[in-house]
C-alpha cells in the first residue's frame, strides 16, 4: 500500500511497552522498507511522523512514546478505535551483503530499525543491537530481538540491567576491543535515538572509517516534501524525502547536525550541549 491521502484503519491490538510507551497493532497492510515512516492521523489532534514496524504481512505497528498533546491522545485510545494513515514515506536503510552489523538505539529508536534487523538475520548477516533506556522496563523488543538470533548489549542509565551507563560506551568498548573475547568488527552501523546519541556513534565511526547510517528526525508536517518544514541547513534536503535516513558521508554535509534543529513555525532552536557555543 502507498497513499498520499489518509487510510482509515482500525486499532487491532494495544501493547503496553511500559508507563510511557506503548506499541499500536494496526489492522491494515504497510509495504515499507526498514528506516521508512508513516505520517498517523489522530482525530481531533493532529498528524504526526511515527516508524514503521511489522512483524507479519497482513498488519503493522507503531510504538509511540506519549511526549506532548497529540501522543498523550493517541494513548487514550482503544482496541476498535480508528487511525488515518499515510506513507510509507522517506528514505530507507540500506544492508550489506554479508558480514556483521550493529544496531544502536535509544529511546523510541528500535522501531525504526525493528524491521532492518528482521531482513538482516533472513539473509543470513549477525545482528549486533546495543540498546540504552533509562531503566530495564524501558528497553523495547527485547524477546522480538531475542527471537531473531540478535546479540543483545544492553545498557542502563540505573544499572537495572545490562551496563550502568549508556549504549555508546559499550558500543566503543566492544568496536575497541575488536581482536578480543568481547569485541568485534561491523561491516556497518545504524543509529537511531536522540541525537546526542547519534553524534557520538557518528564520531566513533567516522574516527574509525566504519560505513554508517542514521536516521535523522527533524519537524515535519506534509511528511512528502512539499512544505519544505524538515529542510537541513546548508544543503536544504528534505527528512521526509532525501531522508530520514542518511548515510556517514552525507551526514558530513549536513552542519545542523547535533548542533541545532527547527521548531514548528521554522525557528532555530539550539541543543542544550550547543546552547553557549
Ligand atoms: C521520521 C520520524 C520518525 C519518528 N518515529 C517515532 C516513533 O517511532 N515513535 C515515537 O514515539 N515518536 C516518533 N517520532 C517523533 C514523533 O513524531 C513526535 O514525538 C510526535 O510528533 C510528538 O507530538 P506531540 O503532539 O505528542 O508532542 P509535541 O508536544 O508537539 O512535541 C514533543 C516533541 O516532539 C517533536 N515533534 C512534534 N511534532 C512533530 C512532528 N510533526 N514531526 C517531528 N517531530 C515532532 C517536537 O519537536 C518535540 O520535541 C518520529 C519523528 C520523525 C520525524
Ligand atoms: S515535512 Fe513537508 S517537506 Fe518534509
Known amino acids: ?86 506513507g510509507p514515506f522517506g528514505s530507507a536503510f540500506i544492508l550489506p551483503v554479508s558480514g556483521s552489523i550493529a544496531l544502536i538505539a535509544g529511546g523510541y529508536g528500535m522501531a525504526s530499525l525493528f524491521n532492518l534487523a528482521k531482513e538482516a538475520r533472513e539473509k543470513g548477516i549477525d545482528v549486533h543491537v546495543f540498546l540504552g533506556a533509562r531503566n530495564k522496563d524501558e528497553l523495547l523488543y527485547l524477546d522480538w530481538m531475542k527471537e531473531l538470533g540478535a546479540v543483545l548489549h544492553l545498557a542502563t542509565d540505573d544499572g537495572s540491567e545490562g551496563y550502568k551507563g549508556f549504549n555508546v560506551q559499550v558500543f566503543e568498548d566492544w568496536v575497541k576491543n575488536e581482536g578480543g573475547p568481547r569485541g568485534g568488527i561491523f561491516t556497518k552501523v545504524y543509529t537511531v535515538g536522540p541525537e546526542i546519541m ?41 527528512m521526509c524525502v532525501e531522508g530520514p535516513v542518511i548515510n556517514g558521508e552525507k551526514l558530513k554535509q549536513i552542519t545542523e547536525f547535533s548542533k541545532y534543529h527547527r521548531t514548528a513555525s521554522g525557528k532555530i532552536e539550539k541543543y542544550p550541549w550547543n546552547k553557549d557555543k
Open 1 to 86: 500500500m502507498f497513499n498520499e491521502k489518509p487510510v482509515a484503519l482500525l486499532i487491532k491490538e494495544i501493547i503496553i511497552e511500559n508507563e510511557r510507551v506503548k506499541t499500536f497493532v494496526i489492522d491494515g497492510e504497510m509495504d515499507f522498507k526498514p528506516g521508512q515512516f508513516t505520517m498517523c492521523w489522530i482525530p481531533g489532534f493532529d498528524e504526526k511522523p511515527f516508524g514503521l514496524v511489522s512483524r507479519k504481512k497482513s498488519e503493522f505497528m507503531i510504538t509511540v512514546a506519549a511526549v506532548g498533546t497529540s501522543t498523550k491522545a493517541l494513548h487514550m485510545m482503544e482496541v476498535s478505535d480508528m487511525l488515518g494513515f499515510r
Open 198 to 238: 547519534e553524534m557520538k556513534i557518528a564520531s566513533i565511526c567516522w574516527e574509525k572509517s566504519i560505513p554508517f547510517e542514521v536516521s535523522l528526525e527533524r519537524y515535519m508536517k506534509c511528511g512528502f516534501g512539499i512544505c519544505g518544514q524538515c529542510c537541513v541547513d546548508p544543503v536544504g534536503w528534505r
